[in-house]
C-alpha cells in the first residue's frame, strides 16, 4: 500500500458542527486530493492541492475547505456538517502525471 | 454535465470467460486514462492506464484498449476470475501547464459480478 493514512476511518456526527478529516502521507507526492463517494455518483473532487498551500477547488466543494500546511498532511473541513455530506471520503496523493493512490476512506455520517 | 461516462451500471460474467468494461470521455484535452478496482469498504486501487499516444496497454490478464477518435476505451479481462468481482472506475486527465490538468475525473463506476 501506498503510505496514505486518514483518520479517523468512521465518524458519526450531528448537524451543525464542524468536523475536520486529516490525510497523511509518507511518500513525500506533490499532489493530494480529496474526493467524496456516493452511490450513483462515483468519485467526486471535492478539492485537491499541488503544494503547500496551493489548493484549489474541484467538482463539489462548496461546504468544504482544505488546508496543507506541511507536505505529508491535507486536511478536509466540514465547517457546519450538513445531511448532504454523509459521504465516504477518500483522500488520495499521486506525482506529477502520474497515477493516483487512495487511502482506505473515511465513512462520515451526519445526524 | 458528465465527462466521463460508464453506462452499464453492473456486468455479470461466468469465471474463465472475458470481462469487457466500457467508458466514453466527453473532454478532448483528456490524455491520460486510468482503471481503478475498489472493493467494498476499501480504497479504489489503482489497475491500468495507458496513454493518449498508445492504443493498447496490456498487463497480465488486464487490457486496456483506448479509441481515441470515438472517445472511448474499454477494459478487457481475460481470464475473469471470481476475485475480479469488485467495482470498476474508469478515470482520466488532461495535460496542460496548469496543476488541475492532474486531478482525476472518474466515471460512476461499473459493478462486475464474475460467477464461479
Known amino acids: 500500500d501506498a503510505g496514505i493514512t486518514q483518520s479517523p476511518r468512521h465518524k458519526v456526527t450531528e448537524t451543525g458542527t464542524p468536523v475536520t478529516l486529516r490525510c497523511h502521507q509518507t511518500e513525500n507526492h506533490r499532489y493530494m486530493y480529496w474526493y467524496r463517494q456516493d452511490p450513483g455518483h462515483g468519485l467526486r473532487l471535492i478539492h485537491y492541492?499541488?503544494?503547500?498551500?496551493?489548493?484549489d477547488k474541484g467538482e463539489v466543494s462548496d461546504g468544504y475547505s482544505v488546508s496543507r500546511s506541511k507536505t505529508e498532511d491535507f486536511l478536509l473541513t466540514l465547517e457546519s456538517a450538513t445531511s448532504s455530506q454523509t459521504s465516504v471520503y477518500f483522500c488520495?496523493?499521486?506525482?506529477?502525471?502520474?497515477?493516483?493512490?487512495f487511502g482506505q476512506g473515511t465513512r462520515l455520517t451526519v445526524v | 454535465d458528465q465527462q466521463v461516462k460508464q453506462n452499464s451500471p453492473s456486468l455479470s460474467v461466468q469465471e474463465g470467460r472475458i470481462s469487457i468494461l466500457n467508458c466514453d470521455y466527453t473532454n478532448s484535452m483528456f490524455d491520460y486514462f486510468l482503471w481503478y478496482k475498489k472493493y467494498p469498504a476499501e480504497g479504489p486501487t489503482f489497475l491500468i492506464s495507458?496513454?493518449?499516444?498508445?492504443d493498447k496497454n496490456e498487463d497480465g490478464r488486464f487490457t486496456v484498449f483506448l479509441n481515441k477518435s470515438a472517445k472511448h476505451l474499454s477494459l478487457h479481462i481475460v481470464p475473469s476470475q471470481p476475485g475480479d468481482s469488485a467495482v470498476y472506475f474508469c478515470?482520466?486527465?488532461?495535460?496542460?501547464?496548469?496543476?488541475?490538468?492532474?486531478?482525476?475525473?472518474f466515471g460512476k463506476g461499473t459493478k462486475l459480478s464474475v460467477i464461479p
Open positions: 495507458i496513454s493518449s499516444i498508445k
Open positions: 478515470a482520466a486527465s488532461g495535460i496542460g501547464s496548469g496543476a488541475g490538468s492532474y486531478q482525476l475525473t
Open positions: 492541492s499541488y503544494g503547500v498551500k496551493d489548493t
Open positions: 488520495a496523493i499521486s506525482a506529477m502525471g502520474s497515477e493516483a493512490f
